[in-house]
């Protein structure tokens, strides 16, 4: 089946470690995004990628890395430079990333800083 | 630049009506609609370009008026598993560029 994981599903982390979160789709999409969901906050977009070997910054791109060497993986580093790193993350894509095709979520990473 | 949803939460009995709004202060091509179940992913429901359209997703319709920059999720006859956060996704610009999210509405159906 299509889709797209996201691993661990929680995740413990000390303050002033970096952590990187997984993503990997199968759906040979080739735009893929990040987003940090806190409460009563929406989705809110940390970086994204529409072609390997190229991202850019979203609006809270600030404490975060990401890299983009093949289609299928996305991964996101959270440094310890993010000063609030505690929340639900998401991975998405979309097969083009046009303004018409329809974006789909992973399960979500949920972090938490001890 | 991110869309406005309205209202924040609703709480509805089974077979009740809701209609959750999403308004933008720029020009829409598109409008996307999701749900997402606590601690879960969105789930995709529809896509409304400009033009105007109506869709249907079983008994869960919307509108999208491009004059008015506004979208309607209809929700009809409402069952314990339409529960939770509904979000409105728009475009952020002319280009292929990531959706911006509304900030959710919290639906919660009960018996």
């Known amino acids: 089946d299509g889709g797209i994981t996201q691993s661990p599903k929680y995740l413990f982390r000390k303050e002033g470690q970096n952590v990187t979160l997984s993503c990997e789709q199968n759906l040979n999409h080739d735009a893929m995004y990040w987003y940090r969901q806190d409460p009563g906050q929406g989705l809110r977009l940390i970086y994204y990628s529409q072609i390997v070997n190229d991202f850019q910054k979203g609006d809270i791109a600030e404490g975060y890395s990401v890299s983009r060497e093949k289609k299928e993986s996305f991964p996101l580093t959270v440094t310890s430079a993010q000063k609030n790193p505690t929340a639900f993350y998401l991975c998405a894509s979309t097969f083009r990333g046009a303004r018409t095709d329809t974006q789909y979520f992973g399960p979500g990473t949920r972090l938490t800083v001890l | 630049q991110q869309p406005v949803q309205s209202p924040q939460a609703v709480i509805l009995r089974e077979g009740e009506d809701a209609v959750i709004n999403c308004s933008s202060s720029k020009a829409l091509y598109s409008v996307h609609w999701y749900r997402q179940k606590h601690g879960e992913a969105p789930v995709f429901l529809m896509i409304?370009?400009?033009?105007?359209e109506q869709k249907g997703h079983d008994k869960i319709s919307a509108s999208f008026n491009e004059k008015k920059q506004q979208s309607s999720l209809y929700l009809t006859a409402s069952q314990l598993s339409y529960s939770g956060t509904y979000f409105c996704?728009?475009?952020?610009?002319?280009?292929?560029?990531?959706?911006?999210f509304g900030k959710g509405t919290r639906l919660s159906v009960i018996a």
């Open positions: 409304l370009l400009k033009g105007g």
């Open positions: 996704g728009t475009e952020r610009n002319s280009g292929n560029t990531p959706l911006v």
